[in-house]
């Protein structure tokens, strides 16, 4: 069965960090490209950024490139996103979501999880 | 970053046939396949279609996707009053390095 499991989500202000974690297994991690995806409360789906198999292809949101960082250990299973310089409009529910490609960014999210809330105050 | 535009809510009776419409430019849809979620309240979103019209395993074939040009749309036919939910296109634009751009959603009312 294919899990996937955010962390690291919480309270924090504006300007500081955050490290978002997401926990995989059930699937061959390093044969897929993953993404994270966020929704502000009662807003729809923003995709923030996204990853390739080898993290040779990397991608970002214009409303988060140059502040946050995407990464993945593929020993681990884990995928990453690292959050510097937060503001209030990222306070949002973040999904990590596995692709159904692994070299390009292209194809659909299979596989969701059920998202770590990141609150940021001013 | 361009965005896909759907209409913010569709509803439809039991039975009926409901389409909700996604559209944009050339760089995403005109280009690349689209893709689409439904979303219930509280819960993560499941992919519906894959491929501009492709199922995957386990969604009824009363959901069927099609795409034309820079437009594409989700009908849901034999409406059920468990399809009311929270429905998003979504496609890769190849403008700038190249994203993924969602639609804002449609909700979909079973009356």
């Known amino acids: 069965e294919v899990q996937l499991v955010e962390s690291g989500g919480g309270l924090v202000q504006s300007g500081r960090s955050l490290r978002l974690s997401c926990a995989t297994s059930?699937?061959?991690?390093?044969?897929?490209?993953m993404h994270w995806v966020r929704q502000a409360p009662g807003k729809g789906l923003e995709w923030v950024s996204g990853i390739n198999w080898n993290s040779d292809i990397v991608a970002y949101a214009d409303s988060v490139k140059g502040r946050f960082t995407i990464s993945r250990d593929n020993a681990t299973n884990s995928l990453y996103l690292q959050m510097n310089s937060l503001r209030p409009e990222d306070t949002a529910l973040y999904y990590c979501?596995?692709?159904?490609?692994?070299?390009?960014?292209?194809?659909?999210?299979?596989?969701w999880g059920q998202g770590t809330l990141v609150t940021v105050s001013s | 970053q361009s965005v896909l535009t759907q209409p913010p809510s569709a509803s439809g009776t039991p039975g009926q046939r409901v389409t909700i419409s996604c559209s944009a430019s050339?760089?995403?849809?005109?280009?690349?396949?689209v893709f689409w979620y439904q979303q219930f309240p509280g819960t993560a979103p499941k992919l519906l279609i894959y491929?501009?019209?492709q199922r995957p395993s386990g969604v009824p074939d009363r959901f069927s996707g099609s795409k034309s040009g820079t437009s594409a749309s989700l009908a849901i036919s034999g409406l059920r009053s468990e399809d009311e939910a929270d429905y998003y296109c979504?496609?890769?634009?190849?403008?700038?390095?190249?994203?993924?751009?969602f639609g804002g959603g449609t909700k979909l009312t079973v009356l």
């Open positions: 059930g699937f061959t991690f390093d044969n897929y490209a």
């Open positions: 979501a596995k692709d159904v490609n692994g070299w390009d960014l292209k194809g659909g999210l299979d596989y």
């Open positions: 491929e501009n019209n």
């Open positions: 979504a496609a890769w634009d190849d403008s700038l390095s190249g994203y993924v751009v």
């Open positions: 050339s760089s995403n849809i005109g280009r690349n396949y």
